[in-house]
């Protein structure tokens, strides 16, 4: 069975500054240079979807989807309310994104659209749909961080995202919203001496991004505990985002890796990256935890009986 | 000053079924609204010039920020249950104190921004404590962000800098010569069910998350009623810990730094909780003469 026709995975940070003040210091300037060229890709590309995970839209009650057909507000950051505020008007795939919610639920997620007028998308949705989609010329749907959820909810997550998109024949951009290291400073700076906060964060970030350019996702994913604790300020219980790319783009090494820009955002990792699934491959392993294909809940460890 | 902790489900609100609010209740979580309606009779009876709320749902990581435009008027849709909330609002600010408390908690070393923006758009936590403690709207506000170090660092960081931010927006508060009412927005534990009712005010679905939380919530409201604030805010680290709790955005810290570490007791006006997670009403009345015992 062919799986679905998912073209490439762009890897991109949320903070507003690529979009907002892309002058304010070279660095900045050549985050928004790789998004143009990640830009220019998808509209040369055959996509007729872009998919987004937002590590900037937490949800509660499961995965939300949007799927209002225009979503439109002007947005401003809870930081960065000085740069600027952002307008936006997008164009959702109401069909994928209820398609995506009842796959969700087929594998046992709990999973639901949201279609309000006013909504607040995230930072991060808005930053990239309006740098890779400034004119709407693809279809998008943008789905949210659960808060708790860990490795099995968001590989599962993942797989119903692939579910969906071969289900409706799309051929889909897939686009993971995240920092790599994600500390900033505390205080004030001027972007043009911006830096990565610490020595330790840029030297994991540029091994991450080492693993990026050799096309190696799913060992990424499988070390997303590791840098969950290494180089995550610990708002969220896991750094999930490689889970779901990896599990939304197949599960395998097979890429041909782009790592189009790296630059500090305020201290934080920021870095644009490609992902093309290639049949070159560095060679796939054995893994400690086991895959998982539909999400059963939180274990009933004290159901159990005890010793 | 008096102060409310005032916890911001946004059930409340959606169960009230104020005009603002589009989405439409069949009511719910009564012991919280009740209580939340005689806190708002009692502030009707006192003579204050502003609200002072510090909320967890405007989250900054660079620093302190303060509301600074006069006036704020658009729609608030929860992000999270954006099906019971989505509320228009029409606020007032007083820049002048807001600019007051930037200034002084910037002299004592604080990180802080003032927030002019006029697209920005009030949080959800800030309206609903404030419609709930006042539903005519009719004080202006000072809105603080939570600046997020127990993220950042630790819980007792956290303590630290949020007991010298509410000391500094007291000598504030003092210097302006206002009388405020201080907010705390927030649970006490926190943990969310991850899945919602058909009927989101389906009270036979309601509890506590688990027995811990309970445990936790009930030792916090015993030493709020024996008047043992600072006892309170020297646990806090732990109890944020150990229930997940909402107090990690440091608004209980701040308060009570700010009116001094109250050793009177604490009023208390209900507990419930909502969707999972414990919400306390409590306030601090520190004139005896009009401090009750009201539950």
New interface residues.
């Given amino acids: 069975m062919t799986g679905p026709d998912i073209l490439f995975g762009v890897y991109c940070p949320p903070h507003p500054q690529p979009l907002l003040s892309p002058d304010a210091s070279e660095g900045y300037g050549k985050l928004r240079e790789a998004y143009e060229t990640c830009r220019k890709r998808i509209e040369e590309s055959e996509a007729d979807l872009i998919l987004v995970y937002s590590t900037t839209?937490?949800?509660?009650?499961?995965h939300q989807i949007q799927a209002h057909p225009e979503p439109e507000w002007?947005?401003?950051d809870?930081?960065f309310?000085?740069l600027?505020?952002m307008p936006y008007k997008f164009s959702i795939d109401v069909e994928f994104a209820e398609a995506f919610r009842d796959a969700a639920k087929s594998r046992g997620l709990?999973s639901r659209t949201?279609s309000?007028?006013?909504?607040?998308i995230?930072t991060g949705s808005v930053v990239a749909l309006k740098l890779l989609n400034p004119d709407n010329r693809i279809p998008a749907c943008i789905v949210s961080s659960?808060m708790?959820a860990n490795r099995a909810e968001t590989i599962v997550l993942g797989k119903s995202a692939r579910d969906a998109i071969q289900k409706q024949g799309k051929k889909a951009v897939i686009v993971v919203v995240s920092s790599l290291s994600n500390?900033?400073?505390?205080?004030?700076i001027d972007p043009v001496e911006d830096r990565i906060h610490s020595a330790k964060d840029d030297e994991w970030n540029r091994k991450i991004l080492e693993f990026f350019a050799d096309g190696r996702l799913e060992d990424l994913s499988q070390l997303s505990r590791e840098i969950h604790g290494q180089i995550r300020?610990?708002?969220v219980v896991a750094y999930k985002p490689a889970w779901w790319m990896s599990a939304t783009m197949g599960q395998h090494n097979n890429y041909t890796g782009e790592v189009l820009s790296y630059e500090a955002l305020?201290g934080s990792g920021g870095a644009v990256v490609m992902l093309t699934p290639s049949s070159g491959s560095v060679g796939d392993k054995e893994f400690d935890e086991d895959d998982v294909e539909h999400y059963h809940g939180d274990r009933g460890v004290l159901d159990k009986g005890a010793l | 000053m008096l102060g409310c902790l005032a916890p911001h489900p946004p059930h409340v609100v959606y169960a009230e079924n104020p005009e603002q609010n589009e989405a439409f209740s069949e009511g719910g979580w009564e012991t919280l609204r009740w209580g939340y309606n005689r806190l708002a009779r009692k502030l009707k009876t006192i003579d204050y010039d502003a609200m002072v709320i510090f909320t967890p749902h405007?989250?900054?990581?660079?620093?302190t920020?303060f509301l600074g435009l006069p006036e704020f008027k658009s729609?608030s849709?929860d992000?999270?249950?954006?099906?019971i909330f989505?509320f228009n609002y029409d606020i007032s600010v007083d820049v002048d104190l807001a600019e007051k408390m930037c200034e002084v908690a910037g002299d004592s070393g604080i990180?802080t921004?003032m927030?002019?923006?006029p697209?920005?758009?009030i949080d959800y936590g800030t309206i609903t404590s404030c419609h709930m403690l006042n539903p005519e709207w009719d004080k202006p506000l000072v809105t603080i962000?939570s600046?997020?170090n127990a993220?950042?660092y630790s819980p007792e960081v956290m303590n630290e800098q949020a007991g010298a931010l509410g000391k500094a927006c007291a000598k504030a508060i003092e210097e302006s010569g206002k009388k405020v009412v201080l907010i705390s927005s927030h649970s006490l534990s926190h943990r969310?069910f991850?899945?919602?009712s058909p009927l989101p005010e389906d009270m036979s679905r309601e509890h506590i998350y688990n027995h811990s939380q309970y445990v936790w919530d009930m030792k916090l409201v015993d030493l709020m009623r024996e008047g043992k604030m600072r006892e309170v805010i020297d646990i806090m680290p732990e109890f944020t810990e150990q229930t997940i709790a909402e107090t990690e955005a440091g608004g209980l810290t701040w308060m009570m730094a700010a009116m001094g570490y109250p050793d009177y007791p604490a009023e208390i006006y209900g507990y419930q909780s909502v969707?999972g997670t414990g919400n306390l009403i409590a306030a601090w009345d520190p004139m005896e003469t009009t401090r009750e015992i009201v539950l």
């Fill in positions: 839209w937490p949800s509660i009650i499961g002007v947005h401003v809870d930081d309310h000085f600027g505020s709990q949201v309000y007028d006013g909504f607040p995230d659960n708790y500390r900033m400073f505390t205080e004030h300020v610990q708002k305020h | 405007w989250q900054t990581y660079i620093g920020h729609k849709v992000p999270v249950f954006p099906n989505r990180i921004k927030m002019r923006n697209d920005f758009r962000s600046n997020r993220h950042y969310h991850v899945t919602e969707i």
